[in-house]
């Protein structure tokens, strides 16, 4: 009855202290791709659409412009599923910023948008699908 009561014991602890914490550092999310922020409640991020103004490579540029990314988070409450859009910025982006502590499913999130690629050329347009950001996603 002992041994059956420690392995019982043994057992929650072991699936008890799953984590629900999902600090992540994505050091690339392509442009429709998703990824998880959180495991439990269950809750994703797409990086679905993005805003590139910054001075091209080899250009001399008056403003430095900026990279803006729109986000979609998606999660489940006891009220059902949920969506949320959220905007990031890296360069002259006024109010919209590159870390955002934002609150979604219960959970409180600090996202910090650290790079968005590949940096503009002056002899081209990059095509959407070419893109990707790094970012780190903290729970608080």
């Given at each position: ?8 014991l ?7 202290c ?10 690339e ?17 797409t ?8 001075c ?12 803006t ?34 609150e ?7 996202f ?19 893109y ?6 903290q729970?608080?």
């Open positions: 009855m002992k041994t059956l009561s420690f392995l019982s043994l057992t929650l602890s072991i699936f008890g799953k984590s629900s914490v999902v600090d992540k550092n994505h050091d999310i392509r442009y429709k791709e998703t990824v998880t922020t959180n495991d439990i409640p269950r809750s994703t991020l990086f679905f659409e993005i805003s590139d103004s910054r091209p490579e080899g250009v001399q540029c008056l403003w430095a412009g900026n990279a990314v729109d986000l979609a988070l998606t999660g489940v409450t006891t009220e059902g599923g949920v969506t949320s859009h959220v905007s990031m910025c890296l360069g002259a982006c006024g109010s919209i910023e590159d870390t955002l502590d934002y979604f499913t219960g959970q409180k999130y600090r910090i948008l650290k790079a968005v690629n590949p940096n503009p050329k002056a002899e081209s347009a990059e095509p959407k699908e070419n990707s950001i790094s970012l780190d996603i729970k608080k």
